[in-house]
């Protein structure tokens, strides 16, 4: 964690660590509310800190099993939007979808699994999710019923593809 409170002097306070044996780096980190979300490398959970009381020592509140890679999530409207990647186990490359209104109790609401193989980025915007894929598919998903996730349409688009923003009625993917 870094002290941001007067931009001109940065300072570090402190680092986020996994509760795991072993400590691994921190790969993606997002905020809601009073909590950071955080993915760390080769971990297959996605782990919840609560940082209200002390944002410069957040404390570990919550595991959320993903059961593979996080390859990429959002957070939108109390929703965590996940890209789950290769597992080994029946939920191999999947959309996920979570509650996450009371962090310290977490539950999947519905789950999809991709058509392209290899899902790289999403974004969510106005109940759509656009996920793109590094086969070179774009996919955009309905996700106001979270718990019966539709595909609206996919599009061949850049083999590489790594980023992907709604907006507007506009996908932008580079």
Do not use: C, R
């Amino acid at each position: 964690m870094v002290d941001a409170s007067n931009p001109s002097t940065l300072q570090y306070v402190n680092s986020i660590s996994t509760p795991l044996a072993v400590n691994i780096s921190l790969s993606t980190i997002k905020s809601e509310g009073d909590y950071l979300f955080a993915s760390f490398a080769n971990a297959h959970n996605l782990y919840v800190y609560y940082t209200g009381t002390s944002p410069a020592n957040p404390t570990y509140v919550a595991t959320i099993p993903t059961y593979g890679w996080n390859l990429d999530f959002k957070i939108d409207n109390s929703k965590l939007y996940i890209l789950n990647s290769w597992t080994g186990l029946a939920d191999d490359y999947k959309l996920k979808i979570y509650d996450i209104s009371y962090p310290t109790s977490i539950f999947e609401i519905g789950s999809i699994p991709f058509t392209a193989a290899t899902p790289v980025k999403l974004d969510v915007n106005n109940n759509i999710a656009a996920v793109i894929h590094d086969e070179g598919v774009l996919e955009l998903y309905d996700v106001s019923n979270p718990a019966a996730i539709n595909l609206v349409s996919s599009l061949p688009v850049s083999v590489g593809a790594t980023s992907v923003v709604l907006m507007e009625g506009y996908v932008a993917v580079s």
